[in-house]
C-alpha cells in the first residue's frame, strides 16, 4: 500500500523569504503526487499535481513542486511567500491509472511570520 | 457553479444522540469521499463511493458509524450513538475520476461539517 510522509508538523518563515514543504511518498508501483492547501476554516483545495511529463510542476499562487523518483519525494516551493500563504499543506497520493483512493499526509502548517 | 456542498456546519450534540451529517456532490461526479480531520490523526479516508456502491469502508472507525448514498447527488455519513470522540470536523469531497488515464487526479472538498459531541 501507499503512504506519504511530511516530516514536518510545523514550518515557520518570515514574510518574503523563501520555503520548503517536505513530502516523501512510498510505493509499490507508480504514483500521481498533490499537494492540496487547506486555509482556516476552509475545505482543501488543490494547489498542484504531478500526473506525468516535466517533473517540475507549477501551482497556483506561485507554488512548485519537484517529482524526485530516486528519492521518492515530492517538495513544494515557493521563492517568496506572502502572509495569505499561511495555511495547513497536505502531500497525497494515489496509485497510477487505478482507481484507488488517495492517501493524504498528516499535514504541514505554514506560520508566516511579520 | 455550486461546489460540494455540506450540512450542517456546525453540530453540538450529546453523548449517545445520533448525528446526520449530510452531502451533496457536484453535478456529475461518480466518487464521493467522507473524511474525517482531528488534531491528533490528521485527515482520515472513513468510506468511498464510486456510482453509488461502497468501494472501501476499512476507514469506518466501527459500527457506529455508517454511510449511504442513495442516489447521485445524496450521501449521508450517521453516527449513532455518539461519543466525543468523535468530535471532528468531517468533510465530504467528489470527483469525476480518480486515477485513470484521463483523470484531472483532483477532489473537490466541501466546507466541512464541524461536529462537537459533549
Known amino acids: 500500500a501507499q503512504s506519504v510522509t511530511q516530516l514536518d508538523s510545523q514550518v515557520p518563515v518570515f514574510e518574503e523569504a523563501p520555503v520548503e514543504l517536505r513530502c516523501n511518498y512510498s510505493s509499490s508501483v507508480s504514483v500521481y503526487l498533490f499537494w492540496y492547501v487547506q486555509y482556516p476554516n476552509q475545505g482543501l483545495q488543490l494547489l498542484l499535481k504531478y500526473l506525468s511529463g516535466s517533473t517540475l510542476v507549477k501551482g497556483i499562487n506561485g507554488f512548485e513542486a519537484e517529482f524526485n523518483k530516486s528519492q521518492t519525494s515530492f517538495h513544494l516551493r515557493k521563492p517568496s511567500v506572502h502572509i495569505s500563504d499561511t495555511a495547513e499543506y497536505f502531500c497525497a497520493v494515489t496509485r497510477m491509472n487505478r482507481d484507488d483512493k488517495i492517501i493524504f499526509g498528516k499535514g504541514t502548517r505554514l506560520h508566516i511570520l511579520p | 457553479d455550486a461546489g460540494v456542498i455540506q450540512s450542517p456546519r456546525h453540530e453540538v450534540t450529546e453523548m449517545g444522540q445520533e448525528v446526520t451529517l449530510r452531502c451533496k456532490p457536484i453535478?456529475?461526479?461518480?466518487?464521493l469521499f467522507w473524511y474525517r480531520q482531528t488534531m491528533m490523526r490528521g485527515l482520515e479516508l472513513l468510506i468511498y463511493f464510486n456510482n453509488n456502491v461502497p468501494i472501501d469502508d476499512s476507514g469506518m472507525p466501527e459500527d457506529r458509524f455508517s454511510a449511504k448514498m442513495p442516489n447521485a447527488s445524496f450521501s449521508t455519513l450517521k453516527i449513532q450513538p455518539s461519543e466525543p470522540r468523535d468530535s471532528a470536523v468531517y468533510f465530504c469531497?467528489?470527483?469525476?475520476?480518480?486515477?485513470?488515464?484521463?483523470?484531472?487526479?483532483?477532489?473537490?472538498f466541501g466546507e466541512g461539517s464541524r461536529l462537537t459531541v459533549l
Open positions: 469531497a467528489s470527483s469525476l475520476l480518480l486515477a485513470g488515464p484521463v483523470s484531472t487526479g483532483e477532489l473537490f
Open positions: 453535478s456529475g461526479h461518480d466518487y
